[in-house]
């Protein structure tokens, strides 16, 4: 799992790629942390390359969304595969995130 942080601006994109299950999870939620920090702002998380997410992932998000509500911030997440965007209908995601 690899998470790449850049700036445009005010926005502040996170793109993910590989993994994120329970075994990089925790390198995951250290490598978040300047998304965290940036929560009262235009967050993009990027999903293009992420090929799986765990529950211990769907968590993670789940922390990040209530870190930007708390900070009036904006969270958007962005090109989900077929099979995480099942994962997200399943969950109930669609209804908690903005994506596009």
Do not use: W
């Amino acid at each position: 799992m690899k998470l790449t942080i850049t700036r445009n601006g005010s926005q502040i994109t996170g793109s993910l790629c590989g993994k994120l299950d329970t075994v990089n999870a925790e390198q995951f939620s250290r490598d978040m942390q300047p998304l965290m920090d940036a929560a009262d702002g235009d967050i993009v998380l990027d999903c293009a390359a992420l090929d799986y997410i765990s529950s211990s992932g769907l968590r993670l998000f789940l922390t990040l969304r209530k870190q930007v509500a708390a900070k009036g911030g904006k969270l958007t997440i962005r090109h989900l595969n077929e099979g995480i965007r099942e994962v997200f209908a399943i969950t109930g995601f669609f209804n908690l995130f903005t994506i596009e």
